[in-house]
């Protein structure tokens, strides 16, 4: 497994605080393999560790209470501060308390947590502001070549752009496999994670909902649209009942919502959103006659590798003329439109005629799948394979 030193590298300036340090993000993003990495960064300068792993039936048949957790921690320490590391805590009967019982006790406790059990808002609800978390995505593009180099295979920006970043389906060999791999992964996701966890009494309603967004990532929506194209295909949910819904796949880490805003009023437009899946392969194994929609997934890959890099992202609507992003980081601002291809002349007007009276101040980049470069003096554009490489915009 690739070492993923963007996210270890947040990590570390909290090695020693007694904030609990979790690691968050959709399933199997990798955050127990993050949280490994940590603790062998840790061990080279330090032995005081202990790890607890409640995957593992040896381990949680002699832990199996809070209490426990504390008692075994104490028995196996050394003086000083000692480095916790509780994988899987969600096993585990009231972990809160474990957590802040161990923070008391010159530990810095780590945790990771499945979202079934373990959810954003929990965080807030049991450790009391407590605590930094990490959100751990799948794979961008970088780490996907590196990751298929280990495994003696290649990975080309179509096959990203149609089957994502989860990091495990690499070691199937077979179109088949890994789209199986990934519907018993979106199965357990909508399943366990939301459906049960929430208590979801419609629960067919609800994966017709989820459906329906999972395959309009990159798309503008609102809760009155969404509903009103629910009940036009035979299912009765208000606008309510879909705010919440969403917010249940937000939660869950299955998308996100990023704020439109509006240069001409000056604010966010509080009434849309725009959605984004965490991986495309959520979108593709919705496809049932293999018509893939890369046209939306290369934006959605796009918006994915921004917010790797530690962009803050928006929607900015042009005096009604929509950019992709304006993504700002560091005090500079980037206007960032996304296209498949702008060979087409139409495609080429619409997409440049966006940044029209955008400021020469900021930088504005076109990002498209073609081969040619179609930079003018106001515009860069940038070939998708080139920006997946690159450092920066």
Not at 228 to 254: F, H, P, R, S
Not at 339 to 350: C, G, L, P
């Amino acid at each position: 497994m690739i070492t993923r030193e963007r996210y270890v590298r947040e990590v570390r300036g909290f090695y020693n605080s007694d904030l609990i340090k979790i690691f968050t993000g959709v399933r199997r993003s990798g955050k127990s393999i993050i949280m490994g990495q940590v603790a062998d960064e840790i061990r080279r300068k330090s032995d005081n560790i202990v790890y607890l792993d409640f995957d593992d039936r040896a381990v949680t048949a002699s832990v199996q209470s809070w209490q426990d957790i504390v008692s075994y921690v104490a028995g196996h320490r050394k003086e000083g501060l000692c480095y916790v590391f509780l994988d899987e805590v969600q096993e585990i009967e009231g972990w809160q308390f474990a957590c802040r019982s161990l923070r008391r006790e010159n530990c810095s406790v780590f945790i990771t947590g499945s979202n079934s059990k373990l959810l954003s808002k929990e965080f807030t609800k049991e450790l009391s502001g407590r605590y930094v978390s990490f959100r751990i995505r799948p794979f961008v593009y970088r780490e996907l070549v590196e990751y298929a180099g280990q495994l003696g295979k290649e990975m080309t920006v179509t096959d990203y752009l149609v089957w994502g970043g989860f990091p495990k389906r690499l070691e199937f060999n077979s179109t088949e496999e890994q789209r199986r791999y990934i519907n018993d992964l979106d199965t357990t996701i909508v399943q366990n994670d939301i459906i049960n966890r929430y208590k979801i009494r419609k629960a067919d309603e609800f994966k017709k909902l989820a459906n329906f967004i999972l395959i309009s990532n990159s798309r503008i929506c609102s809760a009155n649209s969404i509903a009103d194209y629910m009940k036009g295909n035979g299912t009765n949910c208000t606008a309510n009942t879909v705010q919440k819904w969403i917010g249940y796949l937000a939660e869950a880490y299955i998308i996100d919502q990023i704020p439109r805003y509006s240069r001409k009023a000056k604010r966010e437009l509080e009434q849309t959103r725009k959605l984004y899946n965490s991986d495309v392969a959520l979108n593709s194994i919705r496809v049932t006659n293999g018509r893939f929609d890369l046209t939306h997934n290369l934006e959605n890959i796009v918006y994915n590798e921004l917010l790797y890099r530690g962009y803050s992202l928006s929607v900015y609507d042009n005096n009604g003329r929509e950019i992709d992003f304006l993504a700002e980081k560091d005090g500079k601002r980037y206007y960032v439109q996304v296209a498949y291809s702008v060979e087409d002349e139409k495609a080429y007007e619409r997409e440049f005629s966006a940044f029209g009276s955008i400021s020469q101040i900021d930088k504005k980049i076109l990002i498209t799948n073609d081969e040619l470069d179609y930079s003018t003096s106001n515009v860069e554009h940038i070939r998708l394979k080139d920006f997946l490489l690159a450092d920066s915009l």
